[in-house]
Nanobody, 120 residues
Framework: QVQLVESGGGLVQPGGSLRLSCSAS????????MIWYRQAPGKERELVAI???????TYADSVKGRFTISRDNAKNTVFLQMNSLRSEDTAVYYC??????????????WGQGTQVTVSS
């Protein structure tokens, strides 16, 4: 059974920083794309950042220059460094990973979500 567990959320003042982590555990042979999404109250879930197995990254326009996604393949972990946080970054942040276990196929897995609140 594969699990994704997120950590690092919390309350921060505008202009502050947080670092989110998401670790995968279980029967894992390979992890493909790892992605951070977020969902604010009353809004649809939106993509924040993607990192491929090769390390290529893509960001939503709203977070470019402020957020950095990275991964540690040896620890099956993806990170999201969030700097210069704004009130509009307030949301539940979810990690997603495409994971290959015993089969030849990659399957989608989601974390449980971690709350990030930016407020003075």
């Amino acid at each position: 059974q594969v699990q994704l567990v997120e950590s690092g959320g919390g309350l921060v003042q505008p202009g502050g920083s947080l670092r989110l982590s998401c670790s995968a555990s279980g029967s894992i042979f390979s992890i493909g794309d790892m992605i951070w999404y977020r969902q604010a109250p009353g809004k649809e879930r939106e993509l924040v950042a993607i990192i491929t197995i090769g390390g290529s990254t893509t960001y939503a326009d709203s977070v470019k220059g402020r957020f950095t996604i990275s991964r540690d393949n040896a620890k099956n972990t993806v990170f999201l460094q969030m700097n210069s946080l704004r009130s509009e970054d307030t949301a539940v942040y979810y990690c997603y990973a495409a994971i290959r276990g015993r089969s030849d196929a990659y399957f989608p897995y989601w974390g449980q979500g971690t709350q990030v609140t930016v407020s003075s």
